[in-house]
C-alpha cells in the first residue's frame, strides 16, 4: 500500500486544518480555465476581480496540463489580500481527495486565507505522486525520465495565483500530507524567497543541499505510531533518518539555539521547540503521541491503507 488516503474518506468535514494553520500562522461557481504558466513572477494582483467559493483550473505548464483545486472565502472584502496557502496531496491521491480530507476550505474561510491544492502529475494507482528532486518515489520506484519539475511548477503556480487572486505575496505558505509534506520541504529549501514557511504533516524532511536563503519558519506534525513514515526512522528509500534528526538538521539549517524546549501542550502532544534562531524563525515539532499516518483531527486510517 502507498501512502494515499482513501475515497471512502470523501466528504469527510471537519476543522482539522486550523491544527495545522492558525499554529503556522502564530509563526510568522467550479469553472474551469486554460492558462500558461509561464513568467509568472509577475506579482501583480487581482484583488477585486475573483469570486468566493470553489474553483477548479486547469493550467498549463510545460507542455503539461495540470488540476489545481482553489477556494477563495466567501468572507470579508475582495479587496482585502490575503495570505496563499498550498495544501499538497500525498502521494496516489489527488487535489479533490486533499481538498475533502483536510477539511481547510473550512477553515480557510473562518480565517480569511485562500488555499490551493494543486496535483500532481506522476500517475499511481487512482491518483498521483509528486516529484521530490533526487528522491525515489514510495516502494523504491524511480521518478520516470519525463517527469514534470514539481518545485518549478509549484513556483510558478504561486505568481499566477498571485496575479489572479487578491494575494499577499509576504504571506504565501507550503503545508501537504505525506509525500505532500515531502514536497512541502523541499519547497522550503529551494524556494525561501517564495515561501513564507512551511507546515508538513506526516512526511517533513530537510533536503540536502538546502539552498534557502534565509531562516524558514518550520512546523510539523508527526505520530509516534506512524507505520509508513516511522518516527525513528529506518523506512523506505526516501524516509533514512528520525523525525527528530529532522528536526536538528532544520534548527540547525535556521541557526536556532542548540537546545530545545520540551513541553506538553496536551496529554496525547508533545511539542519540541527550537528557538532564537535566524530572522526570528522557530522550528517547531508536534509528536502526536499514538497517532498512525493521519492528519492530525482528521479520519483514522484503515490498517489497510497503513500496514
Known sequence: MNDRYPTRFSGARHRAGVVVISVLALSLSNAAHSTPLGAAATRATGCGTASPGSTTLSLTFQRHV??????????????????????????????????????MNITANDDDFIVAYPQGLIPDGSGFDWNVPGVALFGGRPVP??????????????????????VNPHEVYATGFSGGAREASQLACDESSVFAAAAPVSGLRRPTPCPATRAVPIIWFHGSADPIDPFAGNGQRYWTYSVTTAAKDWAAQDHCATKAAKSTPDQNVKLTTYSRCADGASVELYEIVGEGHEWPGGPTMPSSITS
Open 145 to 166: 525520465a519525463n517527469a514534470a519539475d514539481d518545485v518549478k511548477f509549484l513556483t510558478s503556480l504561486v505568481g499566477v495565483l498571485e496575479h489572479k487572486y487578491c
Open 66 to 103: 495540470r488540476t489545481v483545486i482553489v477556494d477563495v472565502p466567501t468572507s470579508g472584502a475582495s479587496q482585502s489580500k490575503r495570505a496563499l496557502v498550498l495544501n499538497l496531496h500525498g502521494s496516489g491521491s489527488t487535489a479533490l481527495e486533499q481538498e475533502e480530507f483536510t477539511g
